[in-house]
Protein backbone atom coordinates (compact mmCIF):
# COMPACT_ATOMS: atom_id res chain seq x y z
CA UNK A 1 0.00 0.00 0.00
CA UNK A 2 2.77 2.51 0.76
CA UNK A 3 4.92 1.74 -2.41
CA UNK A 4 1.65 2.32 -4.51
CA UNK A 5 -0.56 5.01 -3.07
CA UNK A 6 -2.15 5.64 -6.55
CA UNK A 7 -3.28 2.76 -6.89
CA UNK A 8 -5.53 2.46 -3.73
CA UNK A 9 -6.02 5.97 -3.76
CA UNK A 10 -10.08 6.57 -4.38
CA UNK A 11 -9.67 9.42 -6.82
CA UNK A 12 -6.92 8.09 -8.43
CA UNK A 13 -9.25 4.60 -9.43
CA UNK A 14 -12.42 6.85 -10.13
CA UNK A 15 -10.51 8.86 -12.67
CA UNK A 16 -9.14 5.52 -14.15
CA UNK A 17 -12.17 4.26 -14.51
CA UNK A 18 -13.46 7.68 -16.53
CA UNK A 19 -10.69 7.19 -18.87
CA UNK A 20 -11.39 3.27 -19.22
CA UNK A 21 -15.02 4.82 -19.80
CA UNK A 22 -13.84 7.10 -22.59
CA UNK A 23 -11.51 4.37 -24.84
CA UNK A 24 -14.69 2.53 -24.59
CA UNK A 25 -16.74 5.15 -26.07
CA UNK A 26 -13.79 5.90 -28.78
CA UNK A 27 -13.16 9.10 -27.59
CA UNK A 28 -9.82 8.09 -25.49
CA UNK A 29 -6.47 6.63 -27.57
CA UNK A 30 -6.15 3.55 -25.59
CA UNK A 31 -2.12 3.68 -26.16
CA UNK A 32 -2.08 7.29 -25.18
CA UNK A 33 -3.95 6.99 -21.75
CA UNK A 34 -1.86 3.64 -20.77
CA UNK A 35 1.16 5.47 -21.59
CA UNK A 36 0.25 8.35 -19.50
CA UNK A 37 -0.25 5.44 -16.64
CA UNK A 38 2.80 3.38 -17.07
CA UNK A 39 4.45 6.82 -16.77
CA UNK A 40 3.16 7.32 -13.06
CA UNK A 41 3.12 3.52 -12.09
CA UNK A 42 7.00 2.98 -13.40
CA UNK A 43 7.97 5.21 -11.00
CA UNK A 44 6.59 3.62 -8.10
CA UNK A 45 7.24 0.49 -9.26
CA UNK A 46 10.75 1.20 -9.45
CA UNK A 47 11.04 2.54 -6.17
CA UNK A 48 9.06 -0.39 -4.45
CA UNK A 49 12.36 -2.40 -6.22
CA UNK A 50 14.46 -1.04 -3.60
CA UNK A 51 12.21 0.47 -0.44
CA UNK A 52 9.28 -1.94 -0.55
CA UNK A 53 9.53 -4.40 2.78
CA UNK A 54 10.05 -8.01 1.72
CA UNK A 55 7.28 -9.04 4.71
CA UNK A 56 7.68 -12.64 3.19
CA UNK A 57 11.61 -12.57 4.01
CA UNK A 58 11.17 -10.64 7.44
CA UNK A 59 11.54 -12.38 10.95
CA UNK A 60 10.08 -11.17 13.61
CA UNK A 61 11.56 -12.46 17.30
CA UNK A 62 10.01 -13.98 20.33
CA UNK A 63 10.95 -14.87 23.69
CA UNK A 64 10.19 -18.48 22.69
CA UNK A 65 12.94 -20.68 23.12
CA UNK A 66 13.64 -23.52 20.61
CA UNK A 67 13.46 -27.03 22.24
CA UNK A 68 15.83 -28.21 19.92
CA UNK A 69 18.60 -26.14 19.99
CA UNK A 70 17.81 -23.23 23.02
CA UNK A 71 17.90 -20.61 20.11
CA UNK A 72 15.23 -17.96 20.24
CA UNK A 73 12.03 -18.82 17.85
CA UNK A 74 11.09 -16.83 14.79
CA UNK A 75 7.58 -15.87 13.61
CA UNK A 76 8.00 -16.66 9.20
CA UNK A 77 5.93 -16.50 6.34
CA UNK A 78 5.47 -19.20 4.41
CA UNK A 79 2.88 -20.61 1.80
CA UNK A 80 0.42 -21.38 4.18
CA UNK A 81 0.76 -18.60 6.33
CA UNK A 82 2.68 -17.20 9.38
CA UNK A 83 4.26 -20.03 11.41
CA UNK A 84 7.33 -20.15 14.18
CA UNK A 85 10.50 -21.67 13.07
CA UNK A 86 14.13 -21.80 14.58
CA UNK A 87 16.26 -19.52 13.11
CA UNK A 88 19.40 -21.25 12.67
CA UNK A 89 17.38 -23.25 10.13
CA UNK A 90 18.85 -25.22 7.69
CA UNK A 91 21.03 -26.30 10.59
CA UNK A 92 18.28 -27.06 13.15
CA UNK A 93 14.50 -27.67 11.16
CA UNK A 94 12.22 -27.22 14.09
CA UNK A 95 9.02 -25.18 13.46
CA UNK A 96 5.42 -24.64 15.10
CA UNK A 97 2.07 -23.32 14.21
CA UNK A 98 1.28 -20.80 17.24
CA UNK A 99 -1.36 -18.30 18.01
CA UNK A 100 -2.18 -14.61 19.41
CA UNK A 101 -3.60 -14.01 22.80
CA UNK A 102 -5.29 -10.98 23.29
CA UNK A 103 -2.35 -8.60 23.93
CA UNK A 104 -0.87 -10.03 20.62
CA UNK A 105 1.75 -12.31 22.40
CA UNK A 106 2.50 -14.75 20.33
CA UNK A 107 1.82 -18.39 21.63
CA UNK A 108 2.98 -21.92 20.78
CA UNK A 109 -0.19 -23.73 19.47
CA UNK A 110 -1.37 -27.29 21.47
CA UNK A 111 -0.54 -29.83 19.35
CA UNK A 112 -2.91 -32.28 18.71
CA UNK A 113 -2.49 -36.02 19.45
CA UNK A 114 -3.54 -38.54 16.49
CA UNK A 115 -5.35 -41.38 17.40
CA UNK A 116 -2.48 -43.46 15.11
CA UNK A 117 0.68 -44.72 16.18
CA UNK A 118 3.95 -43.86 14.52
CA UNK A 119 4.95 -47.41 12.11
CA UNK A 120 8.53 -46.91 13.04
CA UNK A 121 8.85 -46.66 17.13
CA UNK A 122 4.76 -47.15 18.12
CA UNK A 123 4.79 -43.69 19.42
CA UNK A 124 1.44 -41.44 19.30
CA UNK A 125 1.46 -39.37 16.33
CA UNK A 126 1.15 -35.56 16.63
CA UNK A 127 -0.98 -32.94 14.03
CA UNK A 128 2.20 -30.16 13.45
CA UNK A 129 2.40 -26.84 11.24
CA UNK A 130 5.78 -26.80 8.95
CA UNK A 131 6.17 -24.57 6.33
CA UNK A 132 3.76 -26.43 3.84
CA UNK A 133 0.99 -26.42 6.23
CA UNK A 134 -0.39 -29.37 8.66
CA UNK A 135 1.42 -33.16 8.55
CA UNK A 136 1.89 -35.85 11.04
CA UNK A 137 4.66 -35.97 13.33
CA UNK A 138 5.92 -38.69 15.74
CA UNK A 139 6.04 -37.71 19.20
CA UNK A 140 9.02 -38.79 19.85
CA UNK A 141 11.14 -36.52 17.55
CA UNK A 142 14.16 -35.88 17.57
CA UNK A 143 14.51 -39.29 18.19
CA UNK A 144 11.97 -40.61 15.54
CA UNK A 145 11.88 -38.13 12.39
CA UNK A 146 9.17 -40.14 10.62
CA UNK A 147 6.38 -37.66 8.93
CA UNK A 148 3.33 -38.54 7.38
CA UNK A 149 1.18 -36.40 5.24
CA UNK A 150 -2.38 -35.58 7.09
CA UNK A 151 -4.39 -36.91 4.06
CA UNK A 152 -3.94 -40.35 3.80
CA UNK A 153 -2.68 -41.16 -0.10
CA UNK A 154 -5.48 -42.64 -2.37
CA UNK A 155 -5.46 -46.02 -3.50
CA UNK A 156 -5.71 -46.66 -7.43
CA UNK A 157 -6.43 -50.37 -7.23
CA UNK A 158 -3.58 -50.78 -10.21
CA UNK A 159 -0.70 -52.53 -10.13
CA UNK A 160 3.09 -51.00 -9.51
CA UNK A 161 4.70 -51.49 -13.35
CA UNK A 162 8.27 -50.95 -11.77
CA UNK A 163 8.04 -53.39 -9.16
CA UNK A 164 5.19 -55.38 -10.20
CA UNK A 165 4.49 -55.44 -6.04
CA UNK A 166 3.27 -52.31 -4.85
CA UNK A 167 0.01 -50.62 -5.68
CA UNK A 168 0.04 -47.10 -6.95
CA UNK A 169 -1.40 -44.40 -4.66
CA UNK A 170 -2.28 -40.91 -5.71
CA UNK A 171 -0.10 -38.56 -3.05
CA UNK A 172 0.57 -35.09 -2.31
CA UNK A 173 4.40 -33.59 -2.48
CA UNK A 174 5.65 -31.10 0.30
CA UNK A 175 4.04 -28.15 -1.71
CA UNK A 176 0.55 -29.55 -2.31
CA UNK A 177 1.02 -30.81 -5.60
CA UNK A 178 -0.69 -33.90 -6.85
CA UNK A 179 1.52 -36.92 -7.90
CA UNK A 180 1.58 -40.75 -8.37
CA UNK A 181 3.80 -43.14 -6.74
CA UNK A 182 4.58 -46.34 -5.50
CA UNK A 183 3.01 -47.74 -2.24
CA UNK A 184 6.11 -49.70 -1.40
CA UNK A 185 8.44 -46.57 -1.43
CA UNK A 186 11.17 -46.14 -0.62
CA UNK A 187 11.87 -49.69 -1.69
CA UNK A 188 10.38 -48.72 -5.08
CA UNK A 189 10.94 -45.17 -6.59
CA UNK A 190 8.22 -45.03 -9.36
CA UNK A 191 6.25 -41.54 -9.44
CA UNK A 192 4.38 -39.67 -11.84
CA UNK A 193 3.37 -36.41 -12.18
CA UNK A 194 0.34 -38.06 -14.62
CA UNK A 195 -2.48 -40.21 -13.66
CA UNK A 196 -1.92 -44.00 -14.10
CA UNK A 197 -4.84 -45.82 -16.32
CA UNK A 198 -5.06 -49.76 -16.46
CA UNK A 199 -4.45 -49.75 -20.03
CA UNK A 200 -1.79 -52.12 -21.87
CA UNK A 201 0.26 -50.16 -24.19
CA UNK A 202 -0.64 -51.60 -27.35
CA UNK A 203 2.80 -50.75 -28.79
CA UNK A 204 5.25 -52.29 -26.13
CA UNK A 205 2.76 -54.18 -23.75
CA UNK A 206 3.22 -52.12 -20.38
CA UNK A 207 0.60 -52.51 -18.20
CA UNK A 208 -0.31 -49.07 -17.79
CA UNK A 209 -0.76 -45.69 -19.78
CA UNK A 210 -0.44 -42.08 -17.93
CA UNK A 211 -3.25 -39.81 -18.79
CA UNK A 212 -2.60 -35.74 -19.14
CA UNK A 213 -4.46 -32.82 -19.94
CA UNK A 214 -2.93 -30.23 -22.21
CA UNK A 215 -4.18 -27.06 -23.72
CA UNK A 216 -2.71 -27.65 -26.99
CA UNK A 217 -3.76 -31.35 -27.28
CA UNK A 218 -6.30 -31.74 -25.10
CA UNK A 219 -6.59 -35.48 -22.79
CA UNK A 220 -3.81 -37.95 -23.96
CA UNK A 221 -2.71 -40.66 -22.81
CA UNK A 222 1.22 -42.26 -23.10
CA UNK A 223 2.98 -45.15 -22.28
CA UNK A 224 5.06 -44.64 -18.95
CA UNK A 225 8.54 -45.87 -21.01
CA UNK A 226 9.86 -42.60 -22.40
CA UNK A 227 11.44 -45.31 -24.88
CA UNK A 228 8.26 -46.76 -26.31
CA UNK A 229 6.89 -43.41 -27.14
CA UNK A 230 3.62 -44.38 -27.56
CA UNK A 231 0.94 -41.62 -27.25
CA UNK A 232 -2.90 -41.28 -28.59
CA UNK A 233 -5.46 -38.47 -27.77
CA UNK A 234 -8.37 -39.63 -26.38
CA UNK A 235 -11.70 -38.64 -27.75
CA UNK A 236 -14.23 -37.20 -25.25
Known amino acids: MDSFP ?10 MEDVLDKVEEGKENWAKAMKRFYASFSRDLKKAETEMRDVKREEVPTDIACEKCGAMMVVKWGRNGEFLACPRYPECKNTKNF ?10 AAEAEIDETCEECGRPMLLRWGKYGRFLGCSGYPECKNIRPLEKPVDLGIRCP ?12 RR ?11 DCHFASWDRPVAEACPKCGEPILLEKVTKREGKVRRCHKKECGYKVQVVQ
Open 176 to 186: GKLFYGCARYP
Open 162 to 173: QCKEGSLHEKKS
Open 6 to 15: DILNVKFTAG
Open 99 to 108: TRGADGVVQV
